[in-house]
């Protein structure tokens, strides 16, 4: 490889090489014209000099003007003249080898913001088919229901009484569809604001056990604790808001898991500042390909179940979303035919705080 083929050509070894060149033509040319000693080394000097210093200046300014131009393009801050005279005046000029991982860097970035707003833009078509897939359903039962009152059945003893109801459902079905999405919006925008207290974490689940006795009856299922982890913990969260996320949890478990089966709340210390709760079922569980997307909006591993079962599809976006407003992660753990576990993290209670509001 000649050295012309590299890479890391600085514009110095550039004006270097090429004057060398020059001066070493210039100085075979003159000893056949002047076949003296010294005047090929005079000439060949002079040229070099002359050659070197042109050259080094016309490549600096053509290249930075290029760089400058480059930066004007990636940068879009721009600089005071004051700014401009330091960087031009004082600090050192940057070497190629700067601009190009500046560059690099810079393509990098913008190749990552395409990445997120390419993902953006699918999950904004995914959320829109989503959306008008859960308002269809309730809005076409309405539609169905109130034509065919309006069709004569309406003085139908038999039919009517039964279709006002059904579209009594659907419209319950809008609004905590309408609410739910209220929720989450709020939630995303810090509206709703997380009210701090502490409070026994086992009995805010005992309460939501007692709200559910009866669907857990009707289905035959175990409502348990794990054992071992039946010590108070106190923790310091929103009550109000994490009985939310219990109620949406557990209320999931029971909906689909199987008969004769059994809920399991585990609440385990992880340190001295933060607790684990677990809510388990061995219901059908979910596929692995499934568990990355379950906590978007609207995302149902199994839609032909979910529809015949019910729900908006916002409940575990709206768990998500109350756990990281407490500054908190959840997460799933399921197999097929083995079941599903639900975690969150809490803080501790330390007993150095009130009620605070955040």
């Not at 959840?330 to 009130?354: A, M, Q």
Request: aromatic letters at 12%; charged letters at 25%.
């Amino acid at each position: 490889m000649s050295v012309l083929d590299t890479k890391n050509l600085s514009p110095r070894l550039l004006s270097f090489i090429t004057a060398l060149l020059v001066a070493t033509a210039n100085a075979l040319i003159t000893l056949f014209f002047h076949p003296v000693w010294y005047m090929p080394l005079i000439v060949a000097a002079f040229t070099f000099i002359t050659t070197y210093w042109i050259y080094y200046y016309t490549l600096q300014r053509f290249i930075y003007r290029k760089i400058k131009l480059i930066y004007k393009f990636i940068y879009q801050t721009k600089a005071t003249r004051k700014e401009e005279f330091f960087y031009n005046n004082i600090l050192p000029q940057k070497s190629i080898q700067e601009v190009s991982e500046d560059v690099e860097k810079w393509a990098l970035q913008r190749k990552n913001e395409i990445d997120i707003l390419r993902d953006n833009e699918q999950f904004r078509k995914e959320f829109l088919m989503n959306l008008a897939h859960e308002l269809r359903t309730p809005i076409f039962s309405i539609q169905g229901y109130v034509d065919t009152l309006l069709g004569g059945a309406l003085d139908d003893p038999a039919v009517n009484s039964k279709f006002l109801s059904n579209a009594s459902k659907s419209i319950d079905r809008l609004v905590r569809l309408v609410d739910d999405l209220g929720q989450i919006s709020k939630l995303e925008s810090g509206k709703i604001p997380i009210i701090q207290e502490s409070f026994i974490i086992q009995e805010l689940v005992k309460d939501v056990y007692e709200e559910f006795l009866l669907m857990a009856r009707e289905r035959n299922i175990q409502l348990l604790f794990k054992k071992g982890t039946e010590r108070p913990l106190q923790v310091y969260a929103d009550k109000q808001k994490i009985k939310q996320v219990l109620v949406n949890l557990i209320e999931n478990a029971l909906k689909y898991g199987n008969e004769g089966g059994s809920i399991t709340t585990g609440c385990y210390e992880m340190d001295d500042r933060h607790i684990y709760l677990e809510i388990s079922d061995d219901g059908p569980g979910i596929g692995e390909e499934h568990l990355a997307r379950i906590f978007e909006r609207f995302y149902r591993a199994d839609r032909s179940r979910s529809r015949t079962i019910g729900g908006t599809g916002l409940g575990l976006a709206i768990v998500k979303h109350i756990v990281e407003a407490h500054n908190q992660t959840v997460n799933v753990r399921s197999k097929p035919g083995v079941g599903s576990s639900f975690g969150f993290t809490l803080e501790l209670w330390s007993g150095d705080k009130g009620t605070k509001e955040s």
